[in-house]
């Protein structure tokens, strides 16, 4: 059994009986299929009769008026078209992959006013993302969109786009805030037969004409706010999102295209007679025949694999995807190029088309990525992949056993865009790049952690995530000479949790360069206990300390005192001699905060309204842990010669104060950095944290739980239900 029969096998039988349809209507058109290929035409009109005969909408939900069948659906057509045509098959696939994300991303406008004509065929759509000048390089995009009441208005010019020399809907994606980076991006729904819009002159890419490809230009042309797909800050990421399908899908119209080179050759090689017998009975030609056989059964086969993990968005699907079109467009283009060999100079004829396809398969190699691209893709996590097989890459050193998977919170999103959060079991080929992976023991529960796994801020921007901003673990494996199996290490920052899978897993792998060696007298959970919240109170201390200002200076402020990084900032501070004045929310909590070292509690009302510039001398420095106004009155309120050390904007970002704490009473504003902060600067705090800081007061200070209790303590944590430390024992 081939390897496409073992996977038919698996689709559900309406998948099945859907890639039956499309290969018949594949061929009973195969006449108009070769006309439009000759004459180097696109190829509308075949689009739309498809979509008429129920064909489109693949994926799209039925309730919507779609087939509502899944990803291997799509691959299986894929295929037999390309087998009929490959430009049939980017056009069809390129529409079909338009009027999916205005499904599952659309208005109830939006869906009103195109989807029904998206999926009958009286509209045919195309995807708008390259442009010259940043093709593989999409965040570099050009194209702006400004606000405007009620809408968006578009600039720029899109290249490189299927099925643009007539249909007429794009989903443009364009930048509305150059400073903002990829977070900037949006997409929108463009109508390129309204004003506004101009298809550029025709700039054919030779063999490809059918598919449609060209572009067009944008200039003043205005969005409804219904029309817009995706919002700023998604717009990127759901681009980013759709890659390995792409990929994918490419990859299996490499392996269609190359299965109709293959039967056209062997066709041929059987029938054509030399020296009194059939080509094929020729040794050496035979065996080209059968190494084109052999590489088109591993294209199928890897794409196979990456149709199976498309679904996940995790490294290992990544990778799949990546060397699926990496093979397909390499191995394609030679065994096309084998297969017009050994028909001679008849494979160069017209009539086969093989020199057609001779172009698409060097075509394959840049759509959706060049092979360069994926290259990289493939290479980012090659030392990490060959850790997590558990070989040493360097060192000398033996494989180091572990098990094939880990428990983790994983976070996704459905279909709605909602962020998801689960205590799932991960495998081990999932793990991003990195270059030391570590058993985790313990990590934390922290304000941004909650953030990420409820979803009420964007904490998180790249799905599947695990979150958890520090850990403390045992290394497993190491390719990083600083690093040896069995050493202690724990991490914070650096945007784990955020941009890199996180602590609240029972493995990870990272980068070394991130680790700190934990101290020799802290144990993994106190380490935790501590935590990021006490590195940054440490930090924030030796902000202070570094401006001079000694016990004897005066009083000195901690907002925020009941959170994490407030609580252990006043144990260290009154530790080492500090007279300290706590603010907070909750005077309940009065007397924890005195017995931490606090020598007086005030009521964070009296610092969280706007003030006046320069208010009493109160304090001679502060820890503030909150920002925006309460940041504001404490500045107004430190004596000459003061030090205020900003770590945390629980208020609010925003600053509106005074220049005058800084130029009539010499007050030094320093910013408390603990995600970049210096390997050095870690070093020498976690050292004093663990000289300086006594055990019993983060015990005191400390609530363990569980992994899957940390899905239900998270909003609580938002609620400000949760004081002081929520350390996760990872591993119960």
């Known amino acids: 059994m081939s390897a496409i029969e073992e996977f038919d096998r698996s689709l559900a039988p309406a998948e099945r009986e859907f890639q039956a349809r499309v290969a018949a209507f594949a061929a009973a058109r195969t006449t108009q299929i070769a006309s439009a290929s000759r004459a180097q035409i696109w190829m509308g009109d075949l689009l739309r009769d498809a979509c ?20 291997g659906a ?24 338009a009027a999916l994300r205005i499904a599952l991303s659309g208005s109830g406008a939006a869906r009103e006013a195109w989807l029904a004509g998206l999926l009958g065929g009286d509209l045919i759509g195309c995807t708008a993302m390259s442009e010259g000048g940043a093709g593989s390089d999409f965040a570099a995009i050009r194209t702006t969109a400004r606000k405007v009441d009620g809408g968006w208005v578009l600039d720029g010019e899109k290249r490189w786009v299927a099925n643009v020399r007539g249909c007429e809907i794009a989903l443009v994606f364009a930048q509305t805030d150059r400073l903002a980076g990829t977070a900037g991006i949006a997409c929108f729904i463009v109508d390129l037969r309204q004003a506004g819009c101009t298809r550029l002159p025709e700039d054919p890419v030779h063999g490809l004409a059918p598919a449609g490809i060209g572009g067009f230009a944008l200039h003043e042309y205005r969005v409804r706010d219904s029309d817009m797909l995706y919002a700023p800050g998604q717009g990127f990421r759901m681009a980013m999102a759709g890659v390995n399908k792409a990929r ?64 996940d968005e995790g490294t290992a699907a990544v990778v799949a995807a990546a060397m699926a079109k990496k093979f397909a467009g390499e191995q394609c283009l030679a065994g096309v190029a084998a297969c017009i060999q050994s028909m001679g100079a008849v494979g160069m004829g017209e009539p086969r088309g093989l020199v057609s396809k001779l172009v698409a398969a060097k075509a394959l190699c840049m759509a959706d990525g060049t092979t360069e691209m994926m290259n990289e893709r493939i290479g980012a996590s090659l030392g990490a992949r060959q850790l997590q097989a558990g070989v040493a890459v360097s060192h000398g050193r033996p494989p180091v056993a572990s098990a094939g998977g880990f428990r983790a919170v994983r976070l996704g999103k459905d279909a709605k865009g909602a962020t998801t959060a689960e205590v799932a079991t991960l495998d081990n080929g999932e793990l991003p790049p990195g270059n030391v992976v570590v058993r985790i023991a313990y990590s934390t529960l922290n304000y941004k952690d909650a953030l990420a796994i409820t979803g009420q801020s964007p904490v998180v921007r ?17 390719a990083d000479a600083r690093y040896q199996v069995g050493d202690r290490v724990l991490l914070n920052g650096w945007g784990v949790g955020e941009t890199h899978w996180g602590g609240l897993a029972q493995r990870a792998c990272v980068r070394a360069d991130w680790l700190v060696p934990l101290p020799a007298s802290m144990s993994e959970r106190s380490a935790m206990c501590i935590g990021t919240a006490g590195y940054t109170a440490m930090l924030s201390v030796m902000a202070l300390e570094a401006r001079g200002i000694a016990p004897e200076a005066g009083v000195i402020l901690v907002t925020g005192a009941n959170g994490g990084v407030g609580s252990i900032a006043i ?98 504003l320093e910013g408390v950095d603990s995600v970049h902060a210096s390997f050095a600067r870690r070093t020498i705090a976690w050292a004093r944290l663990a ?15 569980s992994l899957a209790q940390a899905l239900v303590v998270a909003p609580e944590l938002l609620r400000g239900q949760v004081r002081g430390r929520v350390v996760v024992d990872v591993n119960r």
Not at 79 to 95: E, G, P, Q, R, T
Not at 464 to 477: K, L, R, S, Y
Not at 576 to 602: I, N
Not at 691 to 705: D, F, K, Y
Request: charged fraction near 20%.
């Open 52 to 71: 008429r005969q129920g064909l489109g909408g693949i994926e799209v939900p039925v309730a919507l008026g779609g087939l509502g069948l899944g990803f």
């Open 571 to 668: 144990a260290l501070l009154s530790r080492l001699g500090y007279a300290v004045t706590a603010s907070t929310g909750r005077l309940e909590e009065a007397p924890r905060l005195k017995a931490l070292g606090a020598t007086c509690v005030m009521d964070r009302r009296v610092l969280g309204e706007p003030g006046k510039p320069l208010q009493k001398e109160a304090w001679a420095g502060a820890i503030d842990c909150v920002g925006s106004h309460t940041l504001a009155n404490v500045l107004a309120g430190i004596r000459y010669g003061g030090a205020v050390a900003a770590c945390g904007l629980a208020q609010g970002m925003e600053l509106a104060g005074s220049v005058a704490p800084f130029i009539l009473r010499g007050v030094a």
């Open 248 to 311: 994918t899908h490419v990859a299996a119209m490499a392996c269609g295209l190359l299965s109709t080179a293959l039967h056209e050759a062997v066709a041929y090689a059987s029938s054509r007679m030399a020296f009194g017998r059939p080509v094929l009975e020729q040794q050496g030609l035979r065996w080209n025949l059968v190494d084109v056989s052999l590489t088109l059964e591993n294209m199928e086969l890897l794409t196979l694999r990456a149709t199976r993990l498309a679904d």
């Open 462 to 478: 790249k799905f599947p995530m695990v979150p958890g901003i520090d850990f403390a673990g045992t290394v497993e494996h190491s």
């Open 74 to 97: 799509r691959i299986r057509a894929a295929m037999a078209l390309a087998k009929a045509d490959f430009s049939l098959a980017f056009a069809f696939i390129n529409h079909h992959s």
């Open 691 to 705: 000289r300086e800081l006594p055990g019993e007061v983060v015990e005191a200070n400390t609530r363990e739980i």
